[in-house]
């Protein structure tokens, strides 16, 4: 089955950036979206499509997805964006979709 | 703003079973799916349902005990999951599929706890 991989945690400064990998085998030819999820809290879609947002998320939030690494960055980091966050990709191959195991971020 | 509640949780015993349901506010011509998180744990997709209810996906975990169906006259999709096993306690969250694949939005959960 097909496997995502995430770091366990990423910590940032308020103000820097933020950059959480999703790690797959050829992920670059797959659409990635990608989650946060704050405490107690349902997921929310911050990203589509690999770099597209939905309406209501500010431009800080980004996305890139190339070769075997799909990449969620966070630009000028709030304290509010300290959160679980999870890629998600459709694997054709079984029909089934696929998380990643979360990253969490901490605005230190 | 489609809104989806979804409602069903309790305890229950290890072997039984529970119907979860997902209520959508508005028509339901879409694409459905369930994902469950365990405590502390991440994210596990668990089933998915097409417009028209022919097309339905399980993940290796559920297959053969759990079976999602959808009432379009109701707005209401439903997860029958049938021989409950300890590894089975998390929030079951239902949610749309979007024409683009993801899942958006996602209704608040509700929580099952099956006791060894």
């Known amino acids: 089955s097909y496997v995502l991989t995430q770091p366990s945690s990423v910590s940032v400064a308020p103000g820097k950036t933020a950059s959480i990998p999703c790690g797959g085998d050829n992920i670059g030819r797959k659409s990635v979206h990608w989650y946060r999820q704050k405490p107690g809290q349902a997921p929310e879609l911050v990203i589509y499509?690999?770099?597209e947002r939905p309406s209501g998320i500010p431009e800080r939030f980004s996305g890139s997805n190339s070769g075997n690494t799909a990449t969620l960055t966070i630009s000028r980091v709030e304290a509010g964006d300290e959160a679980d966050y999870f890629c998600q990709v459709w694997d054709s191959s079984s029909n089934h979709h696929v998380f990643g195991f979360g990253t969490k971020v901490t605005v230190l | 703003e489609v809104q989806l509640l979804e409602s069903g949780g309790g305890l229950v015993q290890a072997g039984g079973s529970l119907r979860l349901s997902c209520s959508v506010s508005?028509?339901?011509?879409?694409?459905m799916v369930w994902v469950r998180q365990a405590p502390g744990k991440g994210l596990e997709w668990l089933s998915y349902i097409s417009r028209s209810d022919n097309i339905i996906h399980y993940a290796d975990s559920v297959k053969g005990r759990f079976s999602v169906s959808r009432d379009d006259a109701k707005n209401s999709l439903y997860l029958q999951m049938n021989g409950l096993r300890a590894e089975d306690t998390a929030v079951y969250y239902c949610?749309?599929?979007?024409?683009?694949?993801?899942?958006?939005?996602w209704g608040q959960g509700t929580q099952v706890t099956v006791s060894s």
């Open positions: 508005g028509p339901t011509p879409y694409e």
């Open positions: 949610a749309i599929r979007a024409d683009y694949g993801a899942f958006d939005p």
């Open positions: 499509f690999d770099s």
